[in-house]
């Protein structure tokens, strides 16, 4: 992925440049909010990442901004202020994802990878195939290897969230924000335990692990085809 | 949940049935007619005592003269004087009426045919009736010779001129009462619209209009309390705009670097570091995200008691659902944790807030119960219409000296002193500021056993 990171903290862009090049990405940084206007403008980027506290701009002005002169690239902004209601203004000025410092890289590109994902298009049909799974939206059922999964409501929801991010990295706050609406992680360790009956679900009478826990805070759905 | 009258509800009710100056005419066109009534009563009572006096005056006078007459002429002139008075007519036509009596009472001269219950021997006075309805003034006296003599002068016509000071207080007395609303009217309506447009500046919160109500320089006592007004609320945006600027800077200036010793840690971490050395650099990332997640909390908790009772960011929010939704959420966990959590939620009860707010409510309600409930205890969330939400467990609940202390910053229960907790004792601190930002009070009910959290909207 081609990234653009506006940021004027040049150690914390020095850090981002060694992480995408770990994750086999390109990150362009500009230090200059405006300058990185101006880029965003005219070269094509899957995403951008945008600091929300820049020396000479305010980040949330910028995505205004970009977003008046038509540029549809996913932003996510990227903040030392991460309470509900800062979130809800980097979205309402036209981010599409909010992270707080200090974040998990896993966390990151996760989530720029699904903002990839979501802006390109890949809109999911009524079938979601991925390896021995199939997710029928519509009709609500779940299959592995073609045998009917029996999977209460929610944790069909949770099973289509993975799907639709099959082979990626989802980390918990995603799994909190996308499937049960909630913008911060309680102290309850409640999406382990869901994760941890989902995964026997999909795992029970059958060859071969279905969920990995990613080291930190994600899991991911394997293809789930026998060893 | 729409009990409360918007405030641009309230403010139209306002223009007719509570404002002062529409009161204040009222009253004074009130006061106006109440005044005039007592006017025209004391002037009314005033008339009729100058006749009754003058009356008394005059048959004293007459009295007196034919005494005089009787004195001087004896009892054959005081007969023909009094046929003379009688064949007068006065041109008001308030007769005058004699009698001329002697010691058995037969008349000797005069008019009246019987002499009336007045005592001559005192020379008595009073009020004498003249044929069936004519009333009049009497007075008897005794003359030498054992004669009695009585005038009594008939009361005047007072009705006319009490008719006319009746119509002359009537007429006037509403021309009056209407000069004096229509003045309190024009007064008033200039005053009110002079503090609608201070209420409009106020209301809108623009900035311009705040700056130019508190730069007027005239000085009468409108301008001065808007003036003063302004400035306060001016005072208070500068405020919350310091507070704001102050807690961005605090959570920029400890966040990133605390977000470059994290990047650093996390280095070491990939660099495959000894089994022992890992724990511990997982342990500090582990604190580092608990730091993080304090001081998130405090700002949460500031911000959430400086917006309290503003609207700003609002939409109804369906709590059935968001209920329903966070007890599923931690069904499984209660389970593997061995509670028996139970929900009983009313269907359709909704409320104007921010959810994502509304939901840590619940969810530190949930996690305080985790952590605190008996083993094996369980745990019952009840939505009941009306926005009362309860969580409550049977585990060995809340003394009933700790019950408001449970809500201050940082406390923490015995079982958490003992080490064993995590958490910062933030949580129900932060429920309780998000609660009273809703214009809900949470509070901890008495209850045998177990804590039992109660929020509902605050009364009144």
């Known amino acids: 992925m081609k990234v653009l990171y506006i940021e004027d903290d040049a150690r914390a862009a020095a850090d981002m440049r060694a992480l995408g090049w770990e994750q086999g990405d390109t990150i362009e940084v500009e230090s200059d909010g405006l300058a990185g206007l101006r880029r965003a403008g005219m070269e094509a980027f899957d995403v951008i990442i945008m600091d929300r506290m820049l020396g000479d701009a305010d980040g949330l ?24 209601g800062d979130r809800a203004e980097g979205l309402e000025a036209g981010a599409d994802d909010y992270l ?128 | 949940m729409g009990h409360r009258l918007s405030p641009a509800r309230r403010d ?41 006096a003058s009356l008394r005056e005059g048959v004293d006078v007459d009295l007196a003269g034919l005494v005089d007459i009787h004195a001087s002429g004896g009892r054959e002139e005081l007969s023909r004087r009094i046929a003379d008075r009688l064949a007068l007519v006065p041109s008001d036509g308030a007769r005058a009426h004699y009698l001329l009596a002697d010691a058995t009472g037969a008349r000797v001269a005069g008019d009246l045919a019987e002499w009336p219950g007045l005592d001559p021997a005192v020379s008595e006075s009073g009020p004498v009736r003249i044929g069936r309805q004519t009333e009049a003034h009497a007075r008897a006296t005794l003359l030498p010779g054992n004669l009695r003599l009585l005038v009594a002068h008939e009361a005047p016509e007072r009705a006319p001129i009490l008719s006319r000071v009746a119509l002359v207080f009537g007429l006037g007395g509403a021309v009056f009462v209407a000069c004096i609303a229509l003045f309190a009217q024009a007064a008033g309506g200039r005053v009110r619209q002079r503090v ?17 109500l508190a730069a007027t320089d005239s000085a009468d006592e409108i301008d001065d309390i808007a003036r003063q007004a302004a400035r306060a609320l001016q005072r208070d945006r500068q405020l919350m705009a310091a507070y704001r600027e102050t807690s961005e800077q605090v959570a920029h200036e400890i966040r990133t670097p605390l977000s470059h010793l994290d990047a650093r840690l996390a280095k070491a971490l990939a660099d495959d570091p000894a089994p022992a050395t890992a724990a511990h650099l997982v342990a500090a990332r582990g604190e580092i995200r608990q730091l993080v997640g304090t001081l998130e909390a405090l700002l949460d908790i500031a911000a959430s008691k400086a917006k309290q009772g503003q609207r700003q960011g609002m939409a109804l929010v369906d709590l059935s659902a968001m209920t329903a939704r966070i007890c599923e959420l931690y069904e499984d966990s209660a389970e593997d944790a061995g509670y028996a959590l139970s929900w009983d939620i009313a269907p359709d009860v909704s409320l104007m807030g921010d959810e994502a707010q509304l939901g840590r409510i619940l ?98």
């Open chain 1, 61 to 84: 002005s910028l995505v205004a901004r970009l977003r008046d002169s038509g540029v549809s690239t996913p932003v996510l902004m990227l903040s030392a202020l991460g309470r509900t």
């Open chain 1, 100 to 227: 707080a410092k200090p974040f998990e890289a896993l966390e990151l590109f996760a989530r720029i990878r699904a903002l990839h994902r979501r802006a390109s298009g890949r809109e999911h049909s009524a079938v979601i195939l991925y390896g021995a799974f199939e997710c029928h939206v519509k009709a609500r059922t779940a299959f592995r290897s073609n045998q009917h999964l029996s999977l209460s409501p929610r944790e069909f929801e949770l099973f289509r969230y993975f799907m639709e991010n099959a082979g990626e990295v989802v980390t918990r706050e995603m799994l909190l924000r996308d499937v049960w609406n909630m913008s911060f992680d309680p102290q309850t360790n409640v999406v382990d335990v869901n994760i941890g009956r989902l995964r026997r679900k999909l795992e029970h009478g059958f060859d071969g692990p279905a969920l990995e826990t990613v080291w930190g805070t994600g899991y991911r759905l394997l293809d789930g085809t026998p060893i």
């Open chain 2, 12 to 52: 139209a009710d306002l223009t007719v049935r509570h404002s002062i100056f529409a009161r204040i005419t009222l009253l004074s066109a009130a006061l106006s007619a109440v005044l005039l009534c007592g006017l025209w009563w004391v002037t009314d009572r005033t008339i009729n005592e100058t006749i009754a």
């Open chain 2, 196 to 212: 609608a447009g201070v209420n409009a500046a106020f209301r809108s919160g623009d900035d311009q209009a705040l700056s130019a």
């Open chain 2, 363 to 460: 969810t530190n309600l949930l996690d305080n119960a985790f952590k605190y409930n008996r083993p094996g205890g369980a745990i019952r969330v009840v939505l009941a219409p009306g926005s009362r939400l309860s969580v409550a467990d049977n585990g060995p609940g809340i003394a009933a000296s700790e019950r408001e202390r449970v809500f201050e910053r940082f406390w923490r229960g015995p079982s958490a002193q003992a080490g064993d907790q995590a958490g910062a004792g933030l949580g129900l601190a932060l429920a309780r500021a998000i609660a009273e930002r809703h214009g809900l009070t949470l509070r901890v009910m008495p209850s045998e056993p177990g804590a039992h959290f109660m929020l509902a909207p605050e009364e009144g």
